[in-house]
């Protein structure tokens, strides 16, 4: 069987060369378990953090993603307290209540076309504060890139910053993408998340080469108090941890992030400009970093699905009667043959 590239999601990608040459080369000898002290790998990692971050952070290592965002937002607040986010973000809808379950606490949505937020849509939330019969808002939560393809620039991010800690609220940056959204602004992560104010961030990498884990960064470390504990009582304090901390030292060295996502995003630009070509398509969505968000026609989907597989976002656009809108996401091994290919299957369907 043929074995086509997906466009369905970066996540469907495998590990990247240079991060499987890092876990092999942690695979020799033993090595202090669960990332204590002594443990030179974590140490390694929490070092290259800090030179992209500053000094002034803790980092701490779990598994996946749904676990950093859930950890990190709950050492912050109370099950008492809500976390307002946009109605698209993965915190709210890809979590499988995950906040609710382990937090119990109540996510207020925000209706957004484009999956950003902004200060002024939160104020109406404010009317709760002090008024025991409502949750309390804590947490503003935005994802960067968001699920929409869409990046927050430093300065709309500062401006959520400052807006949060006026109404001593905390900063979340769900950081999925975040080195995507890192070079397509090129720019850093000192200037996007250290200088801006976010409190807390879930630094992925899964998205762009690594193999798993991911990284729970308070931006303030005073913040972090006890916060190994609740990584433990989570089920989340992996005991092999070398294999995670290895991948995010690989990754934070030679720029090998960088790497990777300028290919994602700059193989995104290729497929807007094939699509942008093809009458009966038509991008939805601004092409910011890696993802494409395409009007395309409802029975056209399921044939170009045989060969490419990719996933409906949305399946009754607003105006645009027969048309879906569905996602293409390049990843850091996309190739422009990958694209060609895509392109020739959807123009001869």
Partial sequence: MENKKSFASDNWSGACPEIMQALNNANAGHNEAYGELDDIYTNRAIKKFKENFGENIAVFFVYNGTAANVLGVSHLMNSYH??????????????????????????????????????????????????????????????????????????????????????????????????????????????????????????????????FGEAVIFMNKELAVDFEYRR???????????????????????????????????????????????????????????????????????????RYFFHVWNESPIGKPGMKEVRLMCSWDTTKEDIEGFISELKKS
């Avoid at 937090?103 to 925000?110: A, D, H, P, R, S």
């Avoid at 937020?117 to 939160?122: A, H, L, Y």
């Avoid at 998340?193 to 899964?206: C, P």
Wanted: net charge negative.
């Fill in 82 to 211: 809500a976390i307002v986010a946009a109605k698209t973000a993965h915190l709210n809808e890809d979590e499988c209540a995950a906040p609710e379950k382990f937090i119990g606490t109540k996510v207020l949505e925000i209706e957004t076309e484009d999956g950003k937020i902004k200060p002024e849509q939160i104020e109406p939330f404010m009317q709760s504060i002090g008024f025991q019969h409502h949750a309390q808002p804590k947490i503003i939560s935005i994802s960067q890139v968001t699920e929409m393809g869409t990046i927050y620039t430093p300065e709309e991010i500062k401006a959520l910053a400052d807006f949060a800690h006026a109404n001593n609220m905390f900063l979340h940056l769900d950081g999925a993408r975040i080195a995507n959204a890192v070079v397509a602004l090129n720019t850093d992560f000192k200037t996007m998340v250290t200088e801006t104010g976010v409190d807390v961030v879930s630094f992925g990498g899964t998205k762009n080469g690594l193999m």
């Fill in 232 to 306: 433990k009582q989570g089920m989340q304090l992996h005991s092999k941890m070398r294999f995670i901390t290895t991948q995010f030292e690989r990754y934070l060295t030679d720029d090998l992030w960088k790497k990777n996502a300028l290919q994602a995003n700059a193989m995104a630009q290729l497929l807007k400009r094939g699509i942008e070509t093809i009458p009966q398509l038509e991008v939805s969505q601004e092409v910011a970093a890696n993802g494409v968000f395409v009007f395309m026609p409802a029975e056209l989907i399921p044939k170009i699905q045989k």
